[in-house]
């Protein structure tokens, strides 16, 4: 079935460091893939999505592209802020069964 | 606009008492879900409804029932709550299930907790 692996946290970072949140799917066809946020105490919201290979998802500084031929979605930033301090799930739609979830990570942005 | 609402947001609950979750969207979206968040499992579905008056499992679904009653609305019950039904639960709403977009909208969460 449909699966997405992201790497473990927690991250840690200093402000204005780079970021990167490896993000990895197994899925039939060609899904839509989606990065969502949760801040603290919140529901999730939509970050970015791109909907087919190649295509660049970007969104408050963030941007992730979707890499058909290493089925991957990795989500960066160029400069983190304390604000972004959250945790990330991908996720991927095959259009086949609900949107399906890794299992998130988390980060933290220390000033 | 709302969005999505659920109702509690917070809940403790002893051991074999019942209890329903209320879910409900004011965006017209057809399709709506129930996930429970857990640390290090990330979110997992328990049920969803693809359009008003149909439901279908999700990947936990024992332990639960649910109930779209109708278009804007999705509860879900514990008939008989255990301890292993600790967790946040969030409803989900969308267009369209098999629109190939996938985009959630989520409410706020509930957190209960079983004693």
């Known amino acids: 079935g449909d699966s997405v692996t992201q790497m473990e946290g927690p991250v840690t970072l200093s402000e204005e460091a780079f970021l990167t949140i490896n993000c990895t799917y197994t899925a039939t066809g060609y899904p839509s893939l989606f990065w969502y946020v949760q801040y603290p105490g919140e529901g999730l919201q939509l970050l970015l999505k791109?909907?087919?290979?190649?295509d660049k998802g970007s969104n408050k500084g963030f941007e992730a592209t979707y890499r058909k031929e290493t089925t991957s979605f990795h989500l960066e930033k160029g400069s983190v802020q304390v604000s972004d301090s959250a945790v990330y799930f991908c996720?991927?739609?095959?259009?086949?069964?609900?949107?399906?979830f890794g299992k998130g990570t988390r980060l933290s942005v220390i000033a | 606009n709302a969005g999505v609402t659920q109702t509690p947001k917070f809940q403790v609950l002893k051991t074999g008492q019942s209890m329903t979750l209320q879910c409900a969207q004011d965006m017209n979206h057809n399709s709506m879900y129930w996930y429970r968040q857990d640390p290090g499992m990330g979110l997992r579905l328990i049920y969803y409804?693809?359009?008003?008056?149909?439901?279908d499992k999700g990947e936990v679904p024992n332990g639960y029932n649910v109930s779209r009653l109708n278009k804007r609305e999705f509860s879900l019950r514990l008939e008989s709550a255990a301890p292993s039904q600790t967790s946040v639960y969030f409803c989900a709403s969308s267009v369209l299930q098999t629109a190939n977009t996938g985009e959630l909208f989520f409410g706020e969460g509930s957190r209960l907790t079983v004693l």
């Open positions: 996720a991927l739609y095959s259009g086949n069964t609900p949107l399906v």
């Open positions: 791109a909907t087919k290979a190649d």
């Open positions: 409804s693809a359009s008003e008056g149909t439901t």
